[in-house]
């Protein structure tokens, strides 16, 4: 089983995590979908199991995915098993459980306080290992960090970090004791490797979201595939189909991605492996398939060298930026 460390915390989780966005189900934010249709409880919950059989130990959620019910369905899949599994999970966004509507940001003291308590309610844990503020641009940081450092101290969680892509928001979590990883959007397509950079230079974990770019980099979509009204990449329905410039791209580099057997989800996490060492991949999933399949990534190598300055060549990024 390949592992990374979880930057300062020194803990050794699997070197992809599992991104537990999908399986909450729909939600709205002020009238607009941003959660995925087709999920069923079910085969969410073997889908977590699954994960955990094969070794996939690292699982990030949010209160936010499904409003709770994504906490939800990951305690009725750890029952009996929590010292298994490193959780982490997000606030920053208020939810209403019973609508699965959310609508403003909060980050005062006494929110994330109350939200704290309510994720570990729902995740039916006394203790989050990793609790993440997820309001990237945010100008609290300072202050944010300092209650998180309070519930460190208390033993509500053991360490803490931002989602964020912007790499002086980082710094401000850097300089925090008990932060222990930056999450950035990050994949083939994209991202910003200063944040990155960051993260290198402080001994924090580079959580990766999007790896697989929603499932672009799958290779199931085309310019003509559609999406539910209730489903967070329906945007990409009235913007012609999933990006078609992403597409133009994934064929440009699917041969190197595809190299040596694997799948193109599994190149795209190879990819990231490659980047750093402290790049720590959490596909999600809606299906135990697409668990198994990303779990199969584990069983190969990062991309080479030459491999990845083939992919910046070939994608017009010689000069390093992605």
Not at 3 to 8: F, M
Not at 119 to 138: C, E, K, M
Not at 277 to 298: D, M, R, Y
Request: proline residues 4%.
């Amino acid at each position: 089983m390949k592992t990374r460390v979880l930057g300062r915390s020194g803990m050794e989780v699997s070197a992809i995590g599992l991104g537990c966005w999908a399986i909450g189900g729909a939600t709205w934010r002020e009238g607009v979908p941003c959660g995925w249709s087709g999920s069923d409880d079910a085969e969410s919950i073997r889908g977590l199991q699954k994960a955990l059989d094969l070794g996939i130990h690292f699982w990030d959620t949010a209160d936010v995915y499904g409003c709770g019910h994504s906490e939800k369905l990951i305690a009725r899949a750890l029952a009996g098993r929590r010292n298994k599994v490193i959780l982490a999970t997000k606030f920053g966004y208020p939810i209403n459980e019973e609508d699965r509507t959310t609508s403003g940001t909060r980050c005062d003291p006494a929110y994330i306080r109350s939200a704290c308590e309510a994720s570990l309610r729902r995740l039916n844990t006394d203790y989050i290992d990793l609790y993440q503020f997820h309001l990237g641009n945010s100008e609290d940081g300072e202050s944010v960090r300092e209650v998180l450092e309070e519930l460190v101290d208390e033993g509500t969680i053991r360490y803490y970090g931002w989602s964020t892509d912007q790499p002086d928001r980082a710094r401000i979590f850097a300089d925090g004791e008990h932060c222990t990883a930056i999450q950035q959007h990050l994949n083939v397509f994209g991202g910003n490797l200063e944040t990155l950079r960051v993260c290198e230079e402080n001994d924090l974990a580079s959580i990766n979201r999007g790896p697989l770019a929603m499932g672009i980099l799958t290779g199931k979509f085309t310019r003509s595939t559609t999406f539910p009204e209730d489903d967070v990449r329906h945007r990409w329905d009235l913007q012609s189909g999933p990006e078609s410039l992403e597409l133009k791209h994934l064929e440009a580099v699917r041969e190197i991605l595809t190299s040596g057997g694997r799948t193109l989800a599994q190149g795209a996490i190879c990819w990231l492996w490659a980047c750093s060492p402290v790049t720590i991949p959490i596909p999600g999933f809606k299906t135990v398939q697409q668990v198994i399949e990303n779990a199969g990534s584990l069983a190969f190598d990062p991309l080479l060298p030459n491999q990845m300055e083939e992919i910046e060549r070939l994608l017009g990024r010689e000069g390093g930026s992605v």
